[in-house]
């Protein structure tokens, strides 16, 4: 932006980048005491199971439910991932939020088993990042809140996104690793990336999660629809599943049905919720 205004007067910029990077420093400060003061906390979006025949669908509502991160800020309110997710990538913080997450997920999700039995959700997703697969002594990490809280590996599914498992050595050896301890791994915002269908067979994930930016799309345009059925296809064929992220309509969920996606997760059936709400809306009790 500095450069296309000219270089006539530069100097204007410069109070709005520092302003820039004193705020970036004031959240790194700030979400290191968040992090020490509980102000974060977990909500869970229902991932349902899209069933029936083609043209009558059957919404599952216990298939699974992903963790998303939020942060009650004392001033601000609650605070969206997007906002700190990098700030802690970048401060080196981000190892400790990770497991944070992964342990108050797991936790919930073992206490749903108990008191849900038959309509507790069947899967548990969690998101990685960068750095969380970085850190040395990750997969120990991992193996010790599995021991802790006792979920099986089994119901516990790690994300990550195609850029991040697409890369090098010591990001593949890591997720190879983890894939030992008994869980298993989703492709998330699948198709914003550069990677592609000819290289999902390199990826040792097990679900392929299509981004809503295709799942937007699947009513009005043909095309979007030809990528989405060619990712389920492939998919298939390497013995994965797919989830269809995103949908907010019906008419959207009816069409990532008829091709084929066999699980979906949006706003059409519930946006991320607290634990307590989410246990009521599995059970289909209509105060959820
Ligand atoms: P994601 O993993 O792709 O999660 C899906 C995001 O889409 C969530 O946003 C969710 O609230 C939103 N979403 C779900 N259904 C709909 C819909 O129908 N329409 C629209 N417009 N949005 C929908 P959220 O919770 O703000 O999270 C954003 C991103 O932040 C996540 O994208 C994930 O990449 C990251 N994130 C969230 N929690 C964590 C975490 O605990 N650890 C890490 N490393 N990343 C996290
Ligand atoms: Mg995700
Ligand atoms: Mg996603
Ligand atoms: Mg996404």
């Known amino acids: 932006e500095a450069k296309r205004a000219g270089g006539g007067r530069p100097a204007r910029f410069e109070p709005a980048m520092r302003e820039r990077a004193a705020r970036r420093g004031g959240i790194e400060a700030d979400l290191r005491r968040a992090l020490q003061l509980g102000e974060l906390f977990v909500v869970y979006q229902p991932v349902v199971g899209l069933a029936g025949p083609p043209g009558s669908l059957a919404v599952e509502r216990n298939a699974g439910v992903e963790a998303l991160v939020r942060w009650q800020h004392p ?9 700190f997710i990098g700030v802690a990538e970048e ?10 997450v992964l342990e108050a997920a797991c936790r919930q999700f073992v206490t749903w088993q108990r008191e849900l039995a038959d309509d507790a959700p069947r899967l548990l997703a969690v998101n990685l990042s960068r750095g969380q697969l970085r850190e040395a002594g990750f997969t120990a990490r991992v193996a010790a809140i599995l021991r802790e809280t006792g979920i099986d590996p089994r119901q516990l599914q790690l994300e990550v996104t195609e850029s991040l498992a697409a890369q090098d050595q010591a990001v593949q050896a890591s997720l190879h690793e983890l894939r030992e301890l008994g869980l298993s791994l989703a492709l998330d915002d699948f198709g914003t990336g550069y990677s ?4 999902l067979h390199l990826l040792p994930v097990g679900v392929v999660k299509i981004d809503r930016s295709f ?3 699947a009513v009005d345009s043909a095309h979007h629809r030809v990528l989405i059925e060619a990712t389920v296809r ?3 064929s390497l ?3 797919t989830v269809a992220e995103g949908i907010e309509t019906a008419a959207q969920a009816a069409s990532v049905h008829a091709l084929g996606c066999r699980k979906g997760q949006g706003y059409l059936f519930s946006p991320p919720l607290p634990a307590d709400v989410l246990a009521r809306w599995v059970r289909g009790d209509a105060t959820a």
């Not at 592609?196 to 290289?199: F, G, K, P, R, T």
């Open 75 to 83: 001033t601000r309110g609650v605070v969206p991932p997007i906002e």
């Open 91 to 100: 401060s080196g913080l981000i190892g400790e939020l990770g497991a944070f």
């Open 196 to 199: 592609s269908l000819a290289s």
């Open 215 to 217: 799942v937007s799309q």
């Open 234 to 236: 492939v998919a298939e």
């Open 239 to 241: 013995h994965m599943g």
